[in-house]
């Protein structure tokens, strides 16, 4: 029985040893379901931020708007396709204004927040990869911004479809009391269906959340080294800025008699191109607003790009990251 006892002791030693020898297991990367249960809180977290209902209040007010018959509406530059188009504007400017300003403020608040409740350290403690964090946080933001997209979208295309009925069954009324010919009736009902609902205007919606996603990587990689959310809002408003003005400022680079002719010329004009997001390549909304058809080969495009600048912004992210102590 002596023997067995300490034959049993001598292995539990021996396993003991081996485990302590033995490499710490690292957790892999990037996770699916990890990084759902971070991109999950965040999600709950930015909900409960009831500063940011404003903002959302605020558009669907303006879409909602347009169910009125507001004074510009009566003016004579608001005739029949006319008032659709302005219709579509306001909404895609304020779907536009809600993306770009959450985007970049939830962002620089997520890490300053999570350092200041102390969530950070609870997170990276279990061990939780870095690069699984930052990515969470990064779905999070922009699950919350995809759907507040969705419901202004639904909104919008319901309250266009109700105005471009009420503007064919005008102007087919008009054209009875003028009695106009049958082929200008169809043209005229043809344009004014044009301007309605279409799936070109899922193109723009599609084309604002894409160039929200982009901010909200720029955001989140100088959140993680800036130790001010005025800073990271700030620097990422001018980012945004540059990059709608970096296509009109490379051109006249490149137009110039001795930067357009030079290698350096073309190599900077290249290099602030990768460096900084161009916003100019999201700017499809006018189109849609026009009624204009959107290939998909362009959506596809904008995708591509997307995905590109924020992959990278995201991985440069985590090497910034990495290197902090918490």
């Known amino acids: 029985m002596i023997a067995m006892i300490a034959a049993s002791a001598l292995i539990d030693e021996n396993r003991t040893r081996i485990a302590m020898s033995a490499p710490a297991t690292q957790p892999r990367w990037l996770q699916p379901g990890r990084i759902g249960v971070i991109a999950g809180h965040t999600f709950t977290q930015l909900v409960r ?3 940011f209902y404003f903002m959302a209040i605020f558009a669907l007010i303006v879409i909602v708007s347009n169910f009125l018959k507001l004074p510009y509406f009566e003016g004579p530059e608001a005739v029949a396709e006319n008032e659709l188009r302005m219709l579509k504007s306001a909404s895609f400017g304020a779907m536009k204004l809600f993306a770009v300003v959450f985007a ?5 608040l997520l890490l300053p927040r999570d350092v200041e ?8 403690a279990k061990p939780v990869p870095r690069i699984d964090y930052l990515v969470g946080k990064l779905l999070g933001v922009l699950a919350l911004i995809a759907a507040a997209l969705l419901l ?14 009420q503007v064919v069954a005008q102007q087919m009324e008009i054209a009875a009391a003028r009695e106009w010919p049958d082929d200008t009736r169809e043209a005229v009902r043809a344009e004014i269906l044009r301007q309605g609902p279409s799936w070109d205007l899922q193109a723009g919606v599609l084309a604002i959340f894409l160039q929200a996603t982009v901010l909200a990587a720029v955001a989140l990689l100088i959140s993680t080294f800036s130790t001010s959310t005025l800073f990271t809002t700030i620097v990422s408003f001018l980012v945004y800025f540059i990059g709608h003005l970096q296509a009109d400022a490379r051109d006249y680079w490149l137009r110039g008699a001795e930067a357009g002719q030079g290698f350096l010329g073309k190599f900077s004009s290249l290099a602030a191109a990768v460096i900084l997001p161009d916003f100019q390549l999201f700017n499809v909304i006018d189109a849609a607003i026009e009624g204009q058809v959107i290939a998909a080969a362009v959506v596809g495009k904008l995708a591509a790009v997307a995905l590109l600048y924020a992959g990278a912004y995201t991985l440069l992210s985590w ?3 990495s290197d902090k102590e918490f």
Do not use: E
């Open 49 to 51: 931020m009831k500063v």
């Open 104 to 108: 970049i403020t939830a962002t620089a």
């Open 117 to 124: 409740d102390r969530t950070l350290y609870t997170i990276l």
């Open 152 to 165: 202004m979208d639904l909104m919008m295309t319901g309250v266009l479809s109700f105005r471009t009925q």
């Open 319 to 321: 090497f910034v990251f």
